[in-house]
Nanobody, 115 residues
Framework: QVQLVESGGGLVQPGGSLRLSCAAS????????MGWYRQAPGKQLELVAD???????RYADSVKGRFTISRDNFKNMVFLQMNSLNSENTAVYYC?????????WGPGTQVTVSS
């Protein structure tokens, strides 16, 4: 079993920054991929960024240059630094972990960008 818990969401003004954290517990493989997805109101779930165990990353085009994903393999944590936020980034952000063909999800954390 794998459990994921996100933290760090909240209300931020346009142009501001937030750092999301996700702690994974349970049977975690060192080769697990971890990432962040989001779902805005009325929209589908979409990939924001993910990171492999070796450190390779990929980002949604809309967040490149503003968001940075990182992970701590020893603590089984993944982070998402979000800068220059705008209203289009308002969504529930979900932490994801993939291993052995299974996907695990956290409960999500709300990010609201508004003045």
């Amino acid at each position: 079993q794998v459990q994921l818990v996100e933290s760090g969401g909240g209300l931020v003004q346009p142009g501001g920054s937030l750092r999301l954290s996700c702690a994974a517990s349970g049977s975690i493989l060192r080769t697990a991929a971890m990432g962040w997805y989001r779902q805005a109101p009325g929209k589908q779930l979409e990939l924001v960024a993910d990171i492999r165990s070796g450190g390779s990353t990929r980002y949604a085009d809309s967040v490149k240059g503003r968001f940075t994903i990182s992970r701590d393999n020893f603590k089984n944590m993944v982070f998402l630094q979000m800068n220059s936020l705008n209203s289009e980034n308002t969504a529930v952000y979900y932490c994801n972990l993939g291993q052995w063909g299974y996907n695990y999800w956290g409960p999500g954390t709300q990010v609201t960008v508004s003045s």
